[in-house]
C-alpha cells in the first residue's frame, strides 16, 4: 500500500513537473523512486524513475530538438501518466504496467521520428539510473537484470563516473599527519 501510495506521489508531481517544464523537479523525482527501487527492488519503481530522468532530460534539451508542437508532446504524456495513477489507484498493476510502457514507446517513436538524442537520453537514463541503484548495494548482476542495460555499460558508466567515496583512500602527508595528531592530544 505504502508503495503504491509513493508511486501515486511521484506520478502527479512529475505531470505537474512537465506541465511546467520544471526538469531539475523531475530529476529529483527520479532519485526518489531509484532510493524505494534500490529497497523494494521492483521493476515498477525503476520504469517509473527512467521515465521522470529521460523527461527531465528531453526538458533540458528542448531547444535542440525538433518536435513541432511541445503541448501535443506533453498532453500525451501526461494523458498516460493519468493513466497509470488510474490504474494505480483502482489497484490494476497491468494496467499501470501498460501506461508505462506506452510513455516509454512514445518517447521510443519520438527518438525515431525526430533524433537520435532521445533514444540515446533513454539509454543514458537506463544506465544512470542503474549505477545508482549499484550504489544503493543492489549487485552488478541484478541491477542489470531489473534495468535490462549490459553489465559492460554498467562498469563503463560507474568507470567514468567518479565514486564519492573515493576520496577516503587519499593519504596525508607526513607534516599534515604530524598535525593531527598533535591537535588530537590537545
Known sequence: MEE???LID???KAKDALEQQDSSKLKDLSEQTIHSASVYQHTDFV???VITY???KILERKEKLPIK???IFIREINNSLNLSISALQ???QKLFISALEKIKHYLQNEANLISPIIQEVL???AINKASKIYEHGIS???TTKILGVTPWELTEYLGEKESPHLHFNNTLDIRDRIKHTMDFFK
Open 4 to 6: 503504491r501510495q509513493h
Open 10 to 12: 511521484v506520478l502527479t
Open 47 to 49: 520504469l517509473v524513475a
Open 54 to 56: 529521460a523527461l527531465s
Open 69 to 71: 508542437n511541445w503541448q
Open 90 to 92: 483502482r489497484n490494476k
Open 123 to 125: 539509454r543514458k537514463a
Open 140 to 142: 552488478l548482476s541484478k
